[in-house]
């Protein structure tokens, strides 16, 4: 079976998508190579330089997250693969300008693995926040739960508070405040191709979904056939609300993140379904999003992620953002 | 072979849609049903009233377009089905407030033929620009060119004349004076699935691309094989450029949309081609929108869309805009 994208080459297709989105974005962002990282065009000084890293092919995590209210710098590995210590120890020496380093980590061995090794060989001061919102599966002690979609959430929030001037200590604080009060979970109903692999990762019957995938394609909770948005919404929010176990009355930001290949339509379809889980509970709907943010390649897929809100992330998620996938108040 | 999409039912798609948009967006945007049309919630009295609407299937088009710089009002066909005239009348009862009623309307024959009938009923005054951007096709003299991602340039500068209190002639005028300044064309990679169908629009063989596709699987300029990046972006612009025959050094916008099913990885690919052609004959890139704005259901495909600025157009374009799909300056 052929593999059917729009690259040049499998080899140069990171490169070549990451001098397209510098291009479109020259604003915003500047491209460094050798080691690869993206880093915030207009910097703040003094302030606590937010990156954040991991595998390509999540787009538009991380790269699109750069810029004024969140990220600083990201550092894009491979498709689906770790980027290396040098990419995060030369992110860190040119965007650190006297408050420290905040890593944003995703949890994922490699990621953990190569972000702790630059996280001891810097020379500036820096600390990490790791991200394991993913509820689909237990999380051994060991090794945690993965990282998916809340991940926009903590750039989105710790970014803001950064750009108001907060410390490093502050924000691992706003990190530990905020990671019990997210959850998330996905389903697919098409695998993706990596291209340097040229065949899917997994393969889905004719009818058949992977309830909890992980977005690089991992087993989720168990094969299931396609079923109505109405109930395949049921299961995951089911899912989400044992985690999160919110007060009647609480107020949540709801998020339905397309995998890359789900058209917007649908995404409302989940979004529609979702809401009037929330409305039959007495939840109460404050904020929103709906739209391509966590992918995986070209997945068809969807995941949804519940915030319980209080008046602190809330106010750091309405503040200004400018980046090329999430901009508001500016 | 079985449809894969999240819906409840293909009877209630568009429906459990549309109600999921709404109260996503519920800050933006109110439902209307019987006849169904969305409205802009918060709106400027004494302002010539923007309606568009269209076939359903191309999300965010057009009701992600809607709010203040953008559209009053939507008007969602069934799946790539035109609306009806009664939508149309509605929407402009419910909104025009004084200053008259401006129909945006992609050139296909169903959409002409039901925006005419409501534009001839209708009590309110009213106008209607025509939009006409795939060069794809040579139009015949009396069906013209098809509508497609020019479409969302005419809604945003028109838009944001029309809250700097334009009046109808004078939108009209600048809507003649965008149209030959802007050209788009397509390509597909895969077919997309119409739900009450369930069963792609057409086929492509595994190493299979359609050239100069339409936003409904309309046929383009042919069939061709699946080739590197660069040269089906350069194929693309060729037929752009040859249109526009832009000046030497002339100030551009540049759009790469995807079609629902494409990453967004893959259109930065895309971009970063577009943007070297641009170099190398010494345009400039001045302003660049990358995403799904205008899309086929779930479609893998892209398109190009070139627009020559003018200062005028530049500060149309940079005006605040506060719609789900497109947000900036507030």
């Given at each position: 079976m052929t593999m059917k994208k729009f690259i040049n080459s499998v080899d140069t297709f990171l490169e070549d998508s990451l001098r397209g989105f510098a291009a479109a974005h020259a604003d915003l962002v500047e491209l460094h190579t050798a080691p690869t990282f993206l880093s915030r065009r207009h910097r703040k000084s003094g302030k606590v330089a937010l990156i954040s890293g991991g595998g390509?092919?999540?787009?538009?995590l991380h790269i699109g997250f750069i810029g004024p209210g969140m990220l600083d710098g990201a550092c894009p590995g491979q498709v689906f693969t770790s980027p290396t210590p040098d990419q995060m120890l030369r992110a860190g020496e040119t965007l650190e300008c006297g408050a420290g380093v905040l890593f944003i980590v995703k949890n994922y061995s490699g990621d953990v693995m190569n972000f702790e090794m630059a996280s001891e060989l810097a020379d500036f001061e820096n600390a990490t926040v790791l991200v394991e919102d993913d509820v689909a599966l237990p999380g051994s002690s060991s090794t945690g739960r993965r990282g998916v979609m809340g991940t926009v959430i903590v750039e989105k929030v710790l970014g803001a508070l950064a750009e108001e001037g907060a410390d490093l200590g502050t924000l691992l604080e706003a990190g530990r405040h905020l990671h019990p009060r997210m959850a998330s979970m996905g389903v697919a109903i098409t695998s993706c191709t990596v291209p340097a692999a040229g065949r899917p990762t997994f393969v889905l019957a004719e009818n058949e979904i992977e309830v909890g995938?992980?977005?690089?394609?991992e087993p989720g909770r168990r094969r299931d056939v396609l079923r109505p948005a109405a109930e395949l919404v049921q299961e995951l929010m089911d899912a989400l609300l044992e985690e999160l176990s919110?007060?009647?009355?609480a107020e949540v930001l709801l998020i339905v993140n397309?995998?890359?290949?789900?058209?917007l339509a649908e995404l409302y379809v989940l979004f529609g379904e979702a809401s009037q889980v929330l409305e039959r509970l007495g939840l109460r709907l404050e904020r929103s999003l709906v739209g391509?943010?966590?992918?995986?390649?070209?997945?068809a897929g969807a995941s949804i992620t519940l915030c319980l809100l209080d008046a602190e992330i809330k106010r750091a998620w309405d503040a200004p953002v400018h980046t090329s996938a999430l901009r508001w108040g500016r």
């Amino acid at each position: 079976m052929t593999m059917k994208k729009f690259i040049n080459s499998v080899d140069t297709f990171l490169e070549d998508s990451l001098r397209g989105f510098a291009a479109a974005h020259a604003d915003l962002v500047e491209l460094h190579t050798a080691p690869t990282f993206l880093s915030r065009r207009h910097r703040k000084s003094g302030k606590v330089a937010l990156i954040s890293g991991g595998g390509s092919g999540h787009e538009p995590l991380h790269i699109g997250f750069i810029g004024p209210g969140m990220l600083d710098g990201a550092c894009p590995g491979q498709v689906f693969t770790s980027p290396t210590p040098d990419q995060m120890l030369r992110a860190g020496e040119t965007l650190e300008c006297g408050a420290g380093v905040l890593f944003i980590v995703k949890n994922y061995s490699g990621d953990v693995m190569n972000f702790e090794m630059a996280s001891e060989l810097a020379d500036f001061e820096n600390a990490t926040v790791l991200v394991e919102d993913d509820v689909a599966l237990p999380g051994s002690s060991s090794t945690g739960r993965r990282g998916v979609m809340g991940t926009v959430i903590v750039e989105k929030v710790l970014g803001a508070l950064a750009e108001e001037g907060a410390d490093l200590g502050t924000l691992l604080e706003a990190g530990r405040h905020l990671h019990p009060r997210m959850a998330s979970m996905g389903v697919a109903i098409t695998s993706c191709t990596v291209p340097a692999a040229g065949r899917p990762t997994f393969v889905l019957a004719e009818n058949e979904i992977e309830v909890g995938v992980g977005i690089h394609g991992e087993p989720g909770r168990r094969r299931d056939v396609l079923r109505p948005a109405a109930e395949l919404v049921q299961e995951l929010m089911d899912a989400l609300l044992e985690e999160l176990s919110p007060a009647p009355g609480a107020e949540v930001l709801l998020i339905v993140n397309g995998m890359g290949a789900t058209p917007l339509a649908e995404l409302y379809v989940l979004f529609g379904e979702a809401s009037q889980v929330l409305e039959r509970l007495g939840l109460r709907l404050e904020r929103s999003l709906v739209g391509n943010y966590t992918t995986a390649l070209d997945m068809a897929g969807a995941s949804i992620t519940l915030c319980l809100l209080d008046a602190e992330i809330k106010r750091a998620w309405d503040a200004p953002v400018h980046t090329s996938a999430l901009r508001w108040g500016r």
